[in-house]
């Protein structure tokens, strides 16, 4: 195991910023810290590069406890949210940083800034000062920056968070291809699971200073462990009576009364258009929300109500129409846990054989 | 005390056209206050030169050539050449500590930094009698030691190291409080240790506005009457400064002789200003491509 983290608990003050936090990473992985917006993600980001001591619980870094080693001699390379470059030096001095701070010898220095300029795409920019590049460039040169030294560990703390959102799509692209070429264990924080989902190897979903859940995106996607989890990832409705729906008469019975649907397991449509008519239900349509490339349905199923994706080429509904319902699957929670159920009555009732 | 004033302008601020006052009301605003500088500022000021000449330019020279001037002059710069370093590396210090660091009674110490702006000079100096006088606390012991403190070099030093002390650290807390640690932190995370933060990301930072500090602190140094009256103990060519060389010459009716003097200090002061100016310009000049 290349970095592991054992019950860390960390409090500022009366705010207990991270609680029993314990999880393990493998060399070379990408993983995505994600969760809502001050959930101790930041902290835990900042407790492994030795900007804070936890409270209790250790940090290894292959296998040596790095509690009490200096920031400095952690080799680890940290790309600040706001990147933190510094005002008063050009983009190569920022980049050299790291290596004039070792007193590395200028032929050495200069191959190495060299190399993470072409690297970078930096190239030709190497004069300017942090104020005459864009969102994207800066981003490019504290990402050098902390390379330059060859860190062990890459941590980017919400690295596209104050970029426009086109620029931010390149990156994310950029960034994974680069990490993935350079082999480097990396961590990044976001709250936007979009970016977690597409960039990650791997997640690793907080909340409340707590770990929820760790694994690949499409695991966490499929199997979410905890009410959290299933009500966090994914765009999702919560139904208070799942038990009402049909099909989901025994869902109840499992567990505590609510459940979580997400609108890719919503089938809407007049009658004719669903597949299995026996496991759908009536419905009606509250409001129909474009949302570019399809609808949004909101649709009332007696007192609860889902929202659904309907494709622009079908024929559109209107607000009031009555519609089939029919719900693939949903995810009952209760407090602690997660289960999926599918919808039983998909089979065909009365099948014929021939 | 006169507190702190950080003048920076920005081009910025005009308003535009449409929510701006009419013209007579911007004539009328510009001419009170050009009008009420010239009468309390200009004149005032110009009437030091017009008296210092007003016997002639010899008078003039010769006042500025007495070896009891010249000493004042002396003492007035050797003063400043070890009260304003002082007060620098104590500024720097002190608003490193209050910027960076969380710790317990921070309040008091910003409340102690400023206490020199609060308290009337003459009673600062009047705190060094009592401490180093000959009836003061510590008076004997010095005079058993054969330190002489009070009416000498050092006494002047720390009645002026002591009403200038908040300009340095003034000037920067609010500076390196804006600035954050997050460069540091970034030093830090390359591998960067604390002297090596402070030298290459800390005091690039800093500088424009330590410099800035730094001449208000000269500044007031070279200009100090009150503190230094009281602790100097007016001993001519030796223990006179400046300020109390002027005020002695005037009370014996030299006039041309002292307002020859006071010119000198004046043309220190413009020299500090120029200086200032030069500074305030290559901020203003830095400011704007920081905040592109």
Not at chain 1, 163 to 181: G, M, N
Not at chain 2, 47 to 57: L, T, Y
Request: hydrophobic share 50%; aromatic share 8%.
């Amino acid at each position: 195991m290349h970095i592991e983290v054992r019950n860390v608990n960390k409090a500022f003050g009366t705010h207990q910023a991270v609680r029993d936090v314990s999880f393990t990473i493998e060399r070379g992985k990408l993983i995505g810290l994600l969760g809502p917006s001050g959930g101790g993600k930041s902290t835990l980001l900042r407790i492994l590069a030795g900007l804070e001591t936890p409270d209790s619980g250790d940090i290894f870094i292959n296998g040596q406890r790095v509690n009490d080693v200096k920031p400095q001699l952690r080799g680890i390379g940290f790309v600040f949210q706001n990147y933190a470059l510094f005002k008063h030096m050009n983009v190569f001095d920022n980049i050299a940083f790291g290596l004039t701070i070792r007193k590395a010898r200028k032929a050495e220095i200069k191959e190495r800034v060299n190399e993470l300029l072409e690297l970078t795409g930096l190239r030709g920019f190497e004069h300017r000062y942090p104020h005459q590049l864009s969102g994207g460039q800066r981003q490019r040169v504290a990402f050098a920056r902390a390379l330059a030294p060859k860190p062990e560990l890459l941590l980017l703390d919400e690295p596209f968070a104050a970029i426009d959102a086109k620029v931010r799509k390149e990156l994310r692209t950029w960034l994974k291809s680069l990490i993935a070429e350079l082999g480097i264990t990396s961590i990044f924080v976001t709250h936007d699971q979009d970016e977690a989902v597409e960039v990650a190897d791997e997640m690793l979903i907080v909340q409340q200073g707590r770990l929820e859940q760790q694994g690949s995106p499409i695991h966490i996607y499929t199997d979410p462990r905890t009410a959290f989890v299933a009500g966090f990832i994914g765009h999702s409705s919560v139904v208070e009576q799942p038990n009402s729906l049909r099909g989901f008469e025994n869902a109840a019975s499992l567990a505590g009364a609510k459940a979580i649907i997400r609108p890719e397991f919503v089938e809407v449509g007049r009658q004719e258009e669903i597949a299995f008519p026996s496991a759908a239900e009536k419905g009606k349509v509250r409001h129909v929300f474009f949302r570019g490339a399809h609808l949004e349905l909101d649709v009332e199923i007696g007192a609860n109500r889902v929202s659904a994706h309907r494709s622009l080429d079908q024929v559109p509904l209107q607000p009031g129409e009555e519609v089939s319902v029919l719900i693939h699957r949903l995810y009952v929670i209760s407090d602690e846990s997660a289960t999926m159920v599918e919808n039983p009555l998909k089979v065909d009732p009365l099948p014929v054989h021939i | 005390m006169a507190g702190v004033v950080t003048t920076q302008l920005s081009e910025k601020t005009a308003r535009p056209k449409h929510i701006n006052e009419s013209l007579a009301v911007r004539i009328i605003l510009i001419s009170v206050s050009l009008l009420f500088l010239g009468c309390v500022v200009l004149l005032p000021l110009l009437s030091i030169f017009i008296e210092a000449f007003k016997k002639g330019a010899d008078v003039y020279f010769a006042a500025i050539r007495d070896p009891d001037a010249l000493s004042a002059l002396k003492l007035t710069l050797l003063t400043a050449l070890i009260a304003v370093p002082l007060n620098t590396v104590f500024g720097v210090a002190a608003a490193w500590a209050i910027s960076k660091f969380r710790f317990r009674g921070k309040n008091v110490l910003i409340t102690l930094i400023d206490l020199p702006f609060a308290v009337s000079p003459v009673i600062a100096g009047l705190v060094f009698i009592l401490l180093f006088g000959a009836q003061g606390f510590l008076g004997p012991w010095l005079d058993n030691h054969n330190i002489q403190i009070m009416f000498a070099l050092p006494g002047i030093v720390l009645a002026t190291t002591f009403v200038t002390f908040p300009f340095v650290a003034r000037e920067l807390i609010p500076l390196m409080q804006a600035q954050g640690v997050q460069e540091e932190e970034a030093a830090a995370s390359l591998g960067a240790k604390g002297w090596q933060i402070f030298w290459r990301v800390t005091l690039p930072n800093i500088k424009w506005g330590l410099l800035y500090g730094v001449i208000l602190c000269n500044a007031r140094a070279m200009g100090e009457f009150g503190a230094v009256s009281v602790v100097s103990g007016h001993i001519r060519g030796e223990t006179n400064t400046l300020p109390l060389h002027i005020e002695i010459l005037y009370n014996e009716y030299s006039f041309s002789a002292s307002f020859a003097v006071a010119s000198l200090l004046v043309m220190l002061a413009v020299v500090t200003l120029i200086v200032k100016s030069f500074i305030e310009w290559k901020t203003a000049r830095q400011l704007p491509k920081e905040e592109s």
